[in-house]
């Protein structure tokens, strides 16, 4: 008897939605009176936003890269972890509890606290946006910021996408009034499909594309770009109201930095040419 209340438990304990309020938030937008080219002058806190030289994203020109031998592989180290997904009426973010592993970036350790969707991609490469750009944020003991970012076009399923499909329906069912963010647990969430080695990543300094736009974030873009549905993107579309549909940041200016390319093949060539040489 107690086999079967369990699973009855686990059943509706996986789609529970609350509502919280955030406090002392300021609603910035992605166009009009509260868009993007107005954060800086919304809060003192935000004058980075407008203020600042260092800003993300950023459109990647195969002409600013450079490749740079002295980067190491972005091997990611997650483990299966429960996170809760929120609706936090700007964007849908999944939130890890402790132990969702990490990412050694120049030897330091950065851990993985929670990745964000935005729709369409914030960063473009040669000018080109693709529909959408996952971001998983990365904090180190001493408060630095690494971004991994995957960009994703229109095609066949992405298989992390498909295990939220349920509370990603329910966030669309269920809102939470004015200024509160919907959550739902998802339970223990399967990390094998973002650990895949990446071959090829671009590699810059730059800021959180939200307010207060923190500066001196370590991005890192992979390659390859993924796969998704049009019904998975309209799932991350449909529980956000008509002005955050297009959650993304417009490019900011590139200024002086430059923008390094880890590519193994490139890698391999080079070590084959000093073997035979
Ligand atoms: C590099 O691309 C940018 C556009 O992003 C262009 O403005 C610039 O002239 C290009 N520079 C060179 C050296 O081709
Ligand atoms: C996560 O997995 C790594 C190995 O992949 C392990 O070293 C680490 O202790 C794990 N972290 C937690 C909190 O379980
Ligand atoms: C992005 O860079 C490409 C060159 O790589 C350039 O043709 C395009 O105009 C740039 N777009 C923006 C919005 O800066
Ligand atoms: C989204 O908004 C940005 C900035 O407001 C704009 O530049 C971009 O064209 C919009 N994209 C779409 C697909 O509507």
């Given at each position: 008897m107690s086999h079967f209340k369990a699973i009855f438990l686990l059943g509706i304990a996986s789609l529970v939605l609350a509502c919280a309020r955030a406090i002392g938030f300021i609603r910035y937008g992605y166009s009009g009176a509260n868009g993007p080219d107005k954060w800086g002058s919304l809060s003192s806190d935000f004058s980075l936003c407008s203020q600042g030289k260092k800003q993300s994203p950023i459109n990647i020109s195969k002409n600013?890269?450079?490749?740079?031998?002295?980067?190491?592989?972005?091997?990611?180290?997650?483990?299966?972890?429960?996170a809760t997904i929120i609706n936090n009426g700007l964007n849908i973010e999944l939130i890890y509890d402790k132990g969702a592993g990490n990412v050694t970036v120049d030897g330091k350790n950065y851990t993985l606290e929670r990745m964000v969707w935005h729709l369409p991609s914030e960063h473009t490469l040669d000018g080109e946006?693709?529909?959408?750009?996952?971001?998983?944020?990365?904090?180190?003991?001493?408060?630095?910021?690494?971004?991994?970012?995957?960009?994703?076009?229109?095609?066949s399923n992405d298989a992390f996408l498909l295990q939220l499909q349920d509370e990603l329906q329910q966030l669309q069912q269920d809102s939470c009034s004015g200024d509160e963010e919907a959550r739902i647990p998802v339970g223990l969430v399967?990390?094998?499909?973002?650990?895949?080695?990446?071959?090829?990543?671009?590699?810059?300094?730059?800021?959180?594309?939200?307010?207060?736009?923190?500066?001196?974030?370590?991005?890192?873009?992979?390659?390859?770009?993924?796969?998704?549905?049009?019904?998975?993107?309209?799932?991350?579309?449909?529980?956000?109201?008509?002005?955050?549909?297009?959650?993304?940041?417009p490019t900011q200016p590139i200024n002086s930095r430059t923008v390094r390319l880890y590519d193994e093949m490139h890698q391999n060539k080079n070590s084959d040419s000093k073997k035979s040489s």
């Open positions: 600013i890269t450079s490749y740079d031998p002295d980067l190491k592989p972005a091997d990611r180290n997650y483990n299966k972890t429960r946006s693709f529909p959408m750009e996952l971001q998983l944020i990365h904090k180190s003991a001493d408060n630095n910021i690494t971004v991994i970012a995957i960009l994703y076009q229109y095609g399967q990390m094998r499909t973002l650990v895949r080695h990446t071959r090829k990543y671009f590699r810059y300094v730059g800021s959180l594309t939200t307010p207060p736009c923190t500066e001196d974030v370590i991005w890192i873009i992979l390659g390859k770009v993924r796969k998704m549905t049009d019904e998975q993107a309209n799932l991350l579309k449909a529980p956000l109201s008509a002005e955050y549909k297009n959650n993304s940041r």
